[in-house]
């Protein structure tokens, strides 16, 4: 069901891997993704969803809502409500820091959109006013370096001050490096980052957007989920 999984402080992380199924509701079939998100419910507990918008809001969870907030962060200030962002490509970034009402828990939908917006800055702002210390961010997998291919004009309008983004696909065209790229941004808001790798476009247990446009490979979405047993 996991492509990674890990623990920290209590908190526990995970990536869903294809054999956990599509998870999002608008891809396919509805009752297949809600039918799929019972069964990871199943071990993390209900699950909160975002009506994700390549935006850079931060959503705190412990406030209600009636329907999924529209957004591409989450944020927790105790790591009680568990968390989840929908990906294929973007990349699903995790975090956890330490606060004084428990572990301050966020996570974030970061695609090329998201990351000019500055998704990570707000996300781990949010986590710092809820007064988080030591924070780490696990970034899960998406569409390599070597793969997410972009137009020239692209990469010149974009990479030129931004560490890291710029890249080439294997065969010599030009890219963007999103993991790269995400990795430098949260360096420099001095959070601990720990790259658990994947290529969503290349690996047939990771679903991929880009692949399934252009080769016919199964559409879906994978989950990035940070919970509190
Ligand atoms: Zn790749």
């Not at 998406?142 to 974009?158: F, I, K, T």
């Not at 658990?196 to 991929?208: D, K, M, P, Y």
Request: with cysteine; glycine share 10%; hydrophobic share 40%.
């Amino acid at each position: 069901m996991f492509y990674w999984r890990g623990e920290h402080e209590g908190v526990q992380l995970g990536f869903t891997s294809a054999e956990a199924g599509n998870l999002a509701a608008h891809v396919g079939s509805a009752d297949a993704a809600r039918r799929n998100r019972v069964a990871l419910e199943r071990v993390t507990g209900s699950l909160r969803f975002l009506n994700q918008t390549h935006s850079a809001d931060v959503h705190d969870a412990l406030e209600p809502t009636d329907s999924p907030p529209s957004g591409d962060a989450w944020v927790c200030e105790d790591g009680s409500v568990s968390l989840a962002v929908a990906v294929a490509d973007c990349l699903p970034v995790l975090l956890v820091g330490g606060g004084p009402r428990g572990p301050v828990t966020a996570a974030a939908h970061a695609g090329r959109s998201g990351l000019m917006a500055g998704v990570l800055e707000n996300t781990v702002r949010a986590m710092r006013q809820r007064r988080a210390q030591s924070i780490r961010a696990w970034i899960g997998p998406g569409a390599c370096g070597s793969c997410y291919e972009v137009p020239q004009e692209m990469v010149n309008d974009l990479a030129s001050h931004r560490p890291g983004l710029a890249s080439l696909t294997r065969w010599g065209t030009p890219a963007l490096d999103l993991r790269a790229h995400a990795a430098a941004l949260l360096e420099e808001q001095s959070v601990d980052v720990h790259d658990v790798g994947g290529c969503t476009i290349e690996e047939a247990r990771l679903f991929s957007h880009r692949a399934a446009q252009s080769r016919g490979a199964p559409e879906g979405r994978l989950a990035g989920v940070v919970w509190k047993p």
